[in-house]
């Protein structure tokens, strides 16, 4: 699929792999709208693009996610690519203090449930255009867990299963494509607390997708998560071992 000349909603576009797509995305000529909840930092990032609008909106509230696609519906009608990128994540041990119930919610409204809704909510106007794509932004641990990020793991491991599903039912009646975009560990703010140095640059997240969405390759593999799903094909428990050494 082409990816110029489109309108793009990206949700936590204004920092790390969102704004680094936003960037690359702006750069190729597309139109580009921005979401998150820090509104500041959310105009900051549109300020240094061309042709970038910044929406603030907290995903996990209603009232603020009716008001993004009212805008969408009247400002934006054309839009055309949903990339489902903001996500929460709570690095911990699991045990009998972790207060695991309270992360968990957290994660699995945000990088789940909240991303069925807005979703749900756009699919009128992305049905109207004669080409139109959703993105969701999963992670390397979809094959198997890193224990250190569990329940955030078992969240995306969800977005993967409802993925597939929205693939296989939108192709059937509609012209909107589904990818997947499957980052390794990447070197931003969200993986400050687990080793995020040592992962790769958000560019290559970004360039990778674009890659991927020229090939309409639909599950999109970046760095080390393509050796992770081989070894996941030959063995689970290597990969399981592979993620958490
Ligand atoms: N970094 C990694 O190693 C890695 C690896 C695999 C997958 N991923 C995935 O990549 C995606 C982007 O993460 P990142 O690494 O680029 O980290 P990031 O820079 O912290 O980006 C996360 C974005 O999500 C937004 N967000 C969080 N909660 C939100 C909410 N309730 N409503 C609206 N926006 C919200 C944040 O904006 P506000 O704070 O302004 O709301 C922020 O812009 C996430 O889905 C993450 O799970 C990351």
């Known amino acids: 699929m082409n990816i110029s000349n489109k309108t793009v909603l990206i949700t936590g576009g204004g920092s790390g792999i969102g704004f680094a797509t936003a ?3 702006s750069e190729k000529g597309n139109k580009v709208i921005i979401t998150g909840r820090n509104s500041a930092r ?3 990032a549109a300020a240094q693009l061309k042709n970038v609008t910044a929406i603030p909106c907290d995903i996990n509230a209603e ?3 009716k008001n993004l696609v009212k805008e969408v519906q009247e400002k934006f009608s054309d839009l055309s690519v949903l990339v489902n990128n903001a996500g929460a994540a709570y690095a911990y041990q699991l045990s009998s203090e972790a207060d695991a119930f309270a992360k968990a919610s957290e994660e699995i409204t945000t990088n789940y449930l909240s991303l069925i809704r807005l979703t749900e909510q756009l699919l009128p106007v992305l049905s109207k255009q004669k080409e139109a794509a959703i993105v969701n932004v ?4 979809v094959f198997a867990p890193t224990a250190v990020i569990s329940t955030y793991s078992a969240s995306k491991a969800a977005v993967h299963s409802y993925t597939q599903s929205l693939r296989h039912t939108l192709a059937k009646n509609t012209q909107i494509k589904v990818f997947e975009l499957m980052p390794p560990l990447v070197n931003t703010e969200f993986s400050k607390g ?3 140095e040592n992962g790769i640059p958000a560019l290559e997240v ?3 997708l674009v890659a991927g969405f020229e090939k309409d390759e639909y599950e999109i593999q970046v760095g080390a998560t393509a050796q992770i799903y081989q070894l996941f094909l030959s063995s689970p428990k290597d990969a399981f071992n592979a993620l958490n050494q």
Do not use: P, R
């Open 23 to 25: 960037k690359l995305l």
């Open 42 to 44: 959310l105009q900051k």
């Open 63 to 65: 009232a603020d996610v």
């Open 138 to 141: 999963s992670s390397i641990v």
């Open 194 to 196: 687990i080793g995020g």
């Open 206 to 208: 970004a360039e990778g």
